[in-house]
């Protein structure tokens, strides 16, 4: 039944004010988890009904329950800000309620209606209200929302699930990278792909962050932050690090970042880039990069600044690629000027420091 408005039952909150003020004193990333969460389920003969929001806390589960074995699974990440005045905004949540619908459709999940994904941000958000962290320019905090949808069915033959719950959870979030903002350092895999031609790579599926997980560790071995994956056919073309799409600028005024492929994630902040970038003058464009040439162009300085980019990594400089044949320091290790400019629009833009131009802020609370 749709529309859903996610009532709620029990208002009982987990954490005292003072437990939560610590918390949100030193965030980091993914660690600590608001007090309530939204809840719907889908069966095939309803679809979507049973919506509530509910404290926090551990589910049960049948160890059937075909997500644990098949990994039918799909998620998406936001963020809500705080504004000067105390409202509580998000950033372009109907594309990514579109790319869950997309997610949805690969994974052969229902698709959640755009108003009841908003109504499930909304919801959360404002019995999470207190855990939005206040304004604080130098701290750039943050609420992440973080909304998934599972096969629940307790059935073991391989097929698409009869019944699925979807949950939002909020978790409060400083910075995504131990080091803050610091320039990456960047593994290149020629092991392992993250995604394949006709795979799931362009959803937003837990199998495409679980395929990168050896590659991480595998980058970390060389003491690098992150990873950096190849086309799986030819093993030539960047496609994206293990959770974050890639941007390369030129000396002489261009911002390229992969096309999608079809194996890339389409990234809102990727989208949202390629407008700001444009705005500053940047010439834009998606295509084909290819590594050696890119590595090429680092070292005779005609690519001068790299930088990842994702709703949790916002816009965080690249400094250095590594391989085991060598390594690359991109545009003399540091952070590059139109990196730490466009981070710095985009992030003024989402805490309601600069005019919202393109219309890309939607009121939470
Ligand atoms: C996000 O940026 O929201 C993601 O889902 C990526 C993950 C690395 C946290």
């Not at 994974?107 to 206040?134: G, I, K, N, Q, Y």
């Not at 030129?250 to 390629?274: M, Y």
Request: glycine share 10%; proline share 6%; aromatic share 10%.
């Amino acid at each position: 039944m749709s529309p859903l408005s996610f009532p709620q039952a029990d208002a009982t909150r987990r954490a005292t004010d003072d437990e939560r003020a610590a918390i949100l004193a030193a965030p980091g990333f993914g660690q600590h988890f608001a007090d309530f969460m939204a809840h719907a389920r889908w069966n095939a003969e309803g679809g979507w009904g049973g919506d509530e929001l509910v404290p926090y806390g551990p589910l049960s589960l049948d160890p059937a329950t075909a997500v644990f074995h098949y990994a039918q699974e799909i998620f998406e990440g936001l963020k809500a800000f705080r504004h000067e005045d105390g409202s509580v905004w998000t950033f372009r949540p109907e594309k990514n309620a579109e790319r869950m619908q997309a997610s949805a459709r690969r994974l052969a999940l229902p698709e959640l209606p755009t108003e009841d994904f908003l109504a499930s941000l909304r919801t959360v958000t404002a019995a999470d209200e207190p855990w939005v962290p206040a304004v604080d320019p130098s701290a750039e905090h943050s609420l992440y929302l973080r909304p998934f949808m599972f096969a629940s069915e307790s059935f073991l033959g391989v097929r698409a699930s009869h019944t699925v719950d979807y949950y939002v959870i909020a978790s409060p979030a400083g910075d995504y990278f131990p080091r803050g903002v610091e320039p990456l350092v960047v593994w290149i895999s020629d092991t392992y792909a993250r995604a394949g031609a006709g795979g799931t790579g362009a959803a937003k599926c837990g199998g495409n962050y679980a395929s990168s997980l050896l590659g991480k560790k595998e980058a970390a071995e060389h003491g690098a932050d992150e990873v950096l994956f190849l086309d799986s056919e030819t093993h030539t073309r960047i496609d994206e690090l293990s959770g974050m799409n890639v941007f390369a600028i030129t000396a002489d005024g261009r911002i390229v970042t992969p096309e999608l492929s079809g194996s890339i994630l389409p990234g809102v902040t990727r989208d949202s880039i390629l407008q700001l970038a444009a705005d500053r003058g940047l010439a834009p464009a998606e295509e084909r990069l290819d590594m050696s040439s890119v590595l090429d162009q680092v070292t005779s300085g005609d690519i001068v600044e790299m930088f990842a980019c994702g709703t949790a990594a916002v816009i965080t400089p690249i400094g250095e690629f590594r391989s085991k044949d060598g390594s690359w320091p991109v545009g003399g290790g540091g952070s590059g000027e139109h990196t730490l400019a466009l981070r710095k629009e985009l992030t003024d833009i989402q805490y309601g420091r600069a005019e919202d131009r393109h219309g890309w802020l939607t009121r939470l609370v």
